[in-house]
């Protein structure tokens, strides 16, 4: 009861409810389990407020600065057979992915031990998805992995601001590995600046299956380096900017546009565009 009536005030703050939470989470555990069912399919599971990537779902049901993004990989996950979510975190994606393509299978990504009871609620929802803890990048072996306090910003060692970062060491394997047997549709990559290194390690699967591929590249070098790898692919993909309107325009520079997204598409030729090259809304928002 008194969880919900500070998650009540918390909603009406137009700033600082998220500060509200975190200082009274110490003295009201319900604050630690609290639900968030999602916008896009009712999908409901329980974490901690204090969390910075679980408090906003709580709130709204879904990530108001990414749900364009969303969108697009809810149409491209449709119909898809595999999919494969690198960068899974508290597996918000996965949800979305799972909800509209109930009987792909979804292998998600994740090498933090924190996110792990929230992907294990996915799973136990979706019975397609599995849960692989690991990073994903060029070759096997180990990684140093950065856990920040904003855990959605945890990266590779070696990007990132070092301030409040702890080095954890994590087992790492590649998508041409995990993947070698599988019909792949569709490849989702958010890892902070390391996709280009994703994509290294997936070359056979992304030549053998030629799946959509949705990916990150805040920084304009990781955006030259993915578009690179595709174009030394040669294997006829068409690289895309998405906007905030849910526009797919063709990646004709570098520089992204101020009603430009910071994810990307690599587009598979016999693979349909949506419509007037614009992606419809998956779900119902403000």
């Given at each position: 009861?008194?969880?919900?009536?500070?998650?009540?005030?918390?909603?009406?703050?137009?700033?600082?409810?998220?500060?509200?939470?975190?200082?009274?989470?110490?003295?009201?555990?319900?604050?630690?389990?609290?639900?968030?069912?999602?916008?896009?399919?009712?999908?409901?599971?329980?974490?901690?407020?204090?969390?910075?990537?679980?408090?906003?779902?709580?709130?709204?049901?879904?990530y108001r600065h990414q749900a364009v993004e969303d969108d697009v990989l809810a149409f491209?996950?449709?119909?898809?057979?595999?999919?494969?979510?690198?960068?899974?975190?508290?597996?918000?994606?996965?949800?979305?992915?799972?909800?509209?393509?109930?009987?792909?299978?979804?292998?998600?990504?994740?090498?933090?031990?924190?996110?792990?009871?929230?992907?294990?609620?996915?799973?136990?929802?979706?019975?397609?998805?599995?849960?692989?803890?690991?990073?994903?990048?060029?070759?096997?072996?180990?990684?140093?992995?950065?856990?920040?306090?904003?855990?959605?910003?945890?990266?590779?060692?070696?990007?990132?601001?070092?301030?409040?970062?702890?080095?954890?060491?994590?087992?790492?394997?590649?998508?041409?590995?995990?993947?070698?047997?599988?019909?792949?549709?569709?490849?989702?990559?958010?890892?902070?600046?390391?996709?280009?290194?994703?994509?290294?390690?997936?070359?056979?699967?992304?030549?053998?299956?030629?799946?959509?591929?949705?990916?990150?590249?805040?920084?304009?070098?990781?955006?030259?380096?993915?578009?690179?790898?595709?174009?030394?692919?040669?294997?006829?993909?068409?690289?895309?900017?998405?906007?905030?309107?849910?526009?797919?325009?063709?990646?004709?520079?570098?520089?992204?546009?101020?009603?430009?997204?910071?994810?990307?598409?690599?587009?598979?030729?016999?693979?349909?565009?949506?419509?007037?090259?614009?992606?419809?809304?998956?779900?119902?928002?403000?």
């Open positions: 009861m008194l969880s919900s009536i500070v998650m009540g005030l918390a909603r009406a703050m137009p700033r600082g409810g998220h500060r509200l939470v975190k200082l009274l989470r110490p003295v009201l555990p319900g604050l630690a389990r609290y639900p968030a069912t999602l916008k896009a399919n009712g999908f409901t599971f329980r974490g901690d407020l204090a969390l910075n990537v679980f408090y906003p779902l709580a709130v709204y049901g879904y491209a996950a449709k119909g898809a057979r595999t999919i494969a979510d690198v960068g899974g975190n508290i597996g918000y994606t996965t949800a979305l992915m799972a909800g509209v393509a109930p009987d792909a299978r979804i292998l998600t990504f994740e090498p933090l031990a924190l996110c792990q009871p929230y992907l294990a609620q996915v799973a136990a929802h979706f019975p397609g998805v599995r849960i692989i803890p690991k990073a994903v990048g060029a070759e096997p072996g180990t990684a140093e992995f950065k856990l920040r306090s904003q855990v959605d910003r945890s990266s590779f060692a070696g990007s990132g601001s070092e301030h409040d970062a702890t080095t954890l060491s994590v087992p790492m394997t590649t998508l041409d590995l995990e993947l070698a047997a599988e019909p792949v549709d569709l490849i989702k990559i958010d890892v902070e600046g390391f996709e280009d290194v994703v994509l290294a390690g997936a070359r056979q699967t992304i030549l053998r299956c030629k799946p959509i591929v949705v990916f990150e590249a805040y920084e304009e070098d990781v955006l030259r380096r993915s578009v690179a790898f595709f174009h030394g692919l040669d294997a006829g993909y068409t690289l895309l900017k998405i906007t905030h309107q849910g526009e797919l325009r063709p990646l004709e520079s570098l520089t992204r546009g101020a009603d430009e997204v910071c994810n990307y598409v690599a587009w598979p030729a016999g693979r349909s565009l949506p419509d007037g090259c614009r992606i419809p809304r998956s779900y119902d928002r403000p």
